[in-house]
């Protein structure tokens, strides 16, 4: 039977212990690469009408550094991303509605909806694929 030296167990687990560290902190800034790449990818998704809902994508780590959270601030970013359902739309303060080009003042406008736009998702997606690259090739070279 073989005998192990409880120094060589000592020695062994503060490799691990180096390495976990080492996994650690490089994990913090690929997570932080990795909201950066999610933002700059869907502001080159996004379709651009007026460029403010591709102003306000943004992102924030969480306190831990090891999550984040991506999207737009602007109301209507949602309806963009997964499109909406034919809906009424009445006037908030006015008694009628009126736009440029339109040919009389109207109580209601039965808008048809509009189909999903993604740049979220497949921004997510890309960047996603991106961290499991960077993920992986750290814990390999960290324990290899």
Do not use: C
Not at 2 to 22: G, L, S
Not at 31 to 47: P, W
């Amino acid at each position: 039977m073989a005998e192990i030296e409880f120094d060589e167990v000592i020695t062994h687990f503060r490799r691990i212990e180096k390495a976990t560290a080492e996994v650690l902190t490089k994990s913090v800034l690929i997570v932080e690469k990795t909201s950066h790449n999610t933002v700059a990818y869907a502001q080159g998704l996004v379709r651009v009408d007026t460029g403010n809902l591709r102003s306000t994508i943004g992102a924030d780590l969480d306190g831990d550094g090891m999550g984040f959270e991506a999207g737009p601030t602007a109301e209507y970013g949602a309806d963009v991303e997964y499109g909406t359902r034919p809906h009424v739309i009445r006037p908030s303060q006015k008694k009628a509605l009126f736009w440029e080009g339109g040919e009389h003042p109207v109580r209601k406008v039965n808008h048809p909806g509009t189909a999903p736009q993604p740049y979220m998702r497949p921004a997510f997606d890309r960047a996603t694929r991106e961290f499991d690259a960077a993920i992986d090739a750290v814990v390999r070279d960290a324990f290899s």
